[in-house]
């Protein structure tokens, strides 16, 4: 069974860079699968970050792409994600997830100064 | 992107039927048979309850079924539980990206 754990700074300053990792473990990063991110803010709904596959190159939501980088890195079998220029709307609940199926718990990330 | 369009909250009582409609358009939900329905009860992950359209992963009850007429899809839940209640969200493909829906809440009276 696939299990993701997230981990990153829980708090992130304005204009800042939101970096978040994603340990995979019970699976391989370099599957057929696809590996993603989703968050949901406080009180909101969830929200597609983007995904990638390995050996593929990531898709973002149109809404986020000049801002956000998804890649894996193979060796350390794990998922990263990157916002730039973050402000108090990309505070939220972050979530891996491995072919919509197996997801870690999340990690909460609040901009604030 | 805007999100698909759901019911903010369906609610019944135990033993009913409940579904919930996903509203997209002919660019999502319309052009691809890839919706998925997700469960998530407060402070949990996602569940994938639904994928596909109407296809379950293992180990969910065939008593959450899914369907899809045109542009909008549906989620029906038979044999309501207590511990069905939890938002839903369905979920589609864009073509070259996921849009979620904006969430029901499902309250079982």
């Known amino acids: 069974q696939v299990q993701l754990q997230e981990s990153g700074p829980g708090l992130v300053k304005p204009s800042g860079t939101l970096s978040l990792t994603c340990a995979v473990s019970?699976?391989?990063?370099?599957?057929?699968?696809?590996w993603s991110w989703v968050r949901q803010p406080p009180g909101k709904g969830l929200e597609w970050i983007g995904e990638?596959?390995?050996?593929?190159?990531?898709t973002y939501n149109p809404s986020l792409k000049s801002r956000v980088t998804i890649s894996v890195d193979t060796f350390k079998n794990q998922l990263s994600l990157r916002v730039t220029s973050v402000t108090a709307a990309d505070t939220a609940m972050y979530y891996c997830?491995?072919?919509?199926?197996?997801w870690g718990r999340g990690t909460l990330v609040t901009v604030s100064s | 992107q805007s999100a698909l369009t759901q019911p903010r909250s369906v609610s019944g009582s135990p033993g009913q039927s409940v579904t919930i409609s996903c509203t997209g358009t002919?660019?999502?939900?319309?052009?691809?048979?890839?919706v998925s329905w997700y469960q998530k009860h407060p402070g949990k992950a996602p569940k994938l309850m639904i994928y596909?359209?109407?296809k379950w992963p293992s180990g969910v009850p065939d008593r959450f079924s899914g369907s899809k007429s045109g542009n909008t899809a549906s989620l029906t839940i038979s044999g309501l539980q207590a511990e069905d209640e939890a938002d839903y969200y369905c979920?589609?493909?864009?073509?070259?990206?996921?849009?979620f829906g904006g969430g029901t809440k499902l309250t079982v009276l």
């Open positions: 990638i596959y390995h050996g593929g190159s990531p």
């Open positions: 997830a491995s072919g919509g199926l197996y």
């Open positions: 596909d359209v109407t």
């Open positions: 002919s660019s999502d939900v319309g052009g691809y048979n890839y």
């Open positions: 019970g699976g391989s990063i370099i599957s057929s699968t696809s």
């Open positions: 979920c589609s493909y864009a073509g070259s990206f996921w849009v």
